[in-house]
């Protein structure tokens, strides 16, 4: 059986076992396993009965008792070497009420799979699982090797999760997938840097009826540093010559995903303060204050010399008592010429019958992790509503079609014996 006909049969299989697919994810979904606080035993048994039941044996890793990794392997030789990397763990559901439906029902509806987790990512994850285990029920004849990676807590860092895996030699590779979620179309190839901490300042209490006379109230004088840092946003980051061309046709992708004026982002950094905190009493006046800063800084950007421009901030505030706790790591991307790149985008073409459009994305994964290990990346799956956000949800058609892109571009990569 020649490759053509090996992906003809995938196609027909898949095909034949869509439902089952929906079931394994809304199955998933159907599992509260939110990180924090990062149990992930039940979903890890979950998985691990679904791989027992086709055969396909795994290994399982805890760094930290809960946080459950599983790797599975297929394939006859050591190289060439494909990885799938997938996360269980989801961030919290929050206000249940506020959710249309329950966010842990695994809802099928209206061609629709919902509840949190659906688009970020156990349908992309789902879709992974499932594709491993057509490949193995199938018998297919892979000529390299190909490894299933599912990790605990991306949400929180992946400390022990895939940081733990790639660095001690636990999973290694010659190129990657990640399964979060991208849009059909859209080929990851790049990710946004970030700096970011903590923001302290001192001041001196008071009782508060002598203020704004009396004392030195460290939440004012936060007031007046958080301007100065975000002017960093105004300033504008060249792009590299070798990806000018995708990320000035990301600008209009990024209108299209997230709005007008989302696309300034390409060369700007943002900049949020996402939790403050301060004061002890309302008739106090405050002695402490603190602020976290989140920053994503696009390629081209340096993040030691960002993290110069906060200092810098900080010191053009005239504000004194403030320290900062602050670290960061570059933006990168891997070129549009890599191997992996290229059979993931012929595989799109052929599934959707248009071209791949290749894409720089505004938040971060565990892509990062790949790239600190020198291991080629891409990021493409199913993409849905409400991320992050009450309602979450992702397409059926969506999930179906990047299991067939999976399971058919492993075959191309990998070739066969």
Known sequence: MNKEEIKTKLKKELKNTENSLVSLCSGLIGIENENPPGDMMDIAGYIKDYLNK?????????KERGRVN?????????????????????????????????????????????GRGASDMK???????????????????????????????EETGSRFGTRYLLEED????????????TGLDLVEIGQKGSVGGL???EGSPIHASLSPIKGDSAILKMCRVLPEILKIHEVEFRTPKDIEDIVEGNR???????????????????????VIKGGTKSNVVPEYCECTLDMRIPIGA?????????????????????????????????????????????????????????????ACSDVSAFYAKGIPT??????????????????????????????????DFLGRG
């Not at 349908?123 to 605990?152: E, N, W, Y």
Request: charged share 25%.
């Open 70 to 114: 599983l790797v599975a392997d297929l394939g006859a030789s050591e190289h060439p070497h494909l990885v799938w990397n997938g996360h269980m763990d989801v961030v919290p559901a929050g206000d249940k009420s506020r959710w249309t439906f329950d966010p842990y029902g695994g809802l099928v509806k209206d061609g629709y799979i919902h």
């Open 170 to 181: 636990i999973v290694g590779g010659d190129a990657c997938i990640v399964g979060e979620p």
């Open 378 to 411: 891409i990021q493409y799956g199913p993409h849905g509503l409400g991320i992050h956000g009450y309602d979450e949800r992702a397409k059926v058609n969506t999930v179906v079609t990047a299991a067939a892109v999976y399971a058919l571009s492993a075959v």
């Open 302 to 362: 340096d993040n030691v010399k960002i993290q110069e421009m906060v200092r810098k901030a900080v010191r053009d505030s005239g504000v004194d008592g403030v320290t900062l706790e602050i670290r960061g790591r570059n933006a990168f991307y891997f070129s549009p010429e890599e191997s992996i790149t290229k059979t993931v985008g012929d595989t799109v073409r052929d599934v959707l019958g248009r071209d791949p459009r290749l894409f720089i994305q505004w």
């Open 123 to 153: 349908c992309g994850l789902g879709a992974m699982i499932h594709a491993f285990t057509t490949v193995k029920r199938l018998d297919i004849d892979l000529q390299g090797s190909l490894t299933l990676m599912v990790v605990p807590d």
């Open 54 to 62: 086709y055969g396909c044996k795994y290994k399982s890793y805890e």
């Open 252 to 274: 209009k992708l990024y209108r299209e995903l997230e709005g007008e004026g989302v696309e300034r982002m390409l060369n700007h950094a943002s900049v949020n303060f996402g």
């Open 199 to 201: 923001i302290k300042v």
